[in-house]
């Protein structure tokens, strides 16, 4: 049974920082892309940052607007992807969901994602 569970969400002031946990099962993790998106009130889902599996080098790439103050990465070991956030802002307030993109058996990939951690910065 596939399991793809956030959590570290909570609410901080601006400036603060958190750490985002994916903990996820069932599916082959190591081999798999890893990406964090989010989606706040009224505006569609956006990527936030992405690394791709440790067999194709673990590349990230993050959306412009969180460059320089989020950090993605994983421990295959743990079947776990993180995502450290620093210097938050108001406009990093969202719902923070995880997904994998996942190699089958058969040659095909499935995407699985989590139900979500919610992130708000306020003062």
């Known amino acids: 049974q596939v399991q793809v569970v956030e959590s570290g969400g909570g609410s901080v002031q601006p400036g603060g920082s958190l750490r985002l946990s994916c903990a996820a099962s069932?599916?082959?993790?190591?081999?798999?892309?890893m990406t964090w998106y989010r989606q706040a009130p009224g505006k569609e889902r956006e990527l936030v940052a992405a690394i791709s599996s440790g067999s194709t080098g673990g590349t990230t790439n993050y959306v412009d607007s969180v460059k320089g103050r989020f950090t993605i990465s994983r421990d295959d070991a743990k079947n776990t992807v993180y995502l450290q956030m620093n210097s938050l802002e108001p406009e990093d307030t969202a719902l923070y969901y995880c997904?994998?993109?996942?190699?089958?058996?058969?040659?095909?990939?499935?995407?699985?994602w989590g139900q979500g951690t919610q992130v708000t910065v306020s003062s």
């Open positions: 069932g599916f082959a993790f190591s081999r798999s892309s």
């Open positions: 997904n994998a993109h996942a190699p089958t058996p058969y040659g095909r990939w499935n995407d699985y």
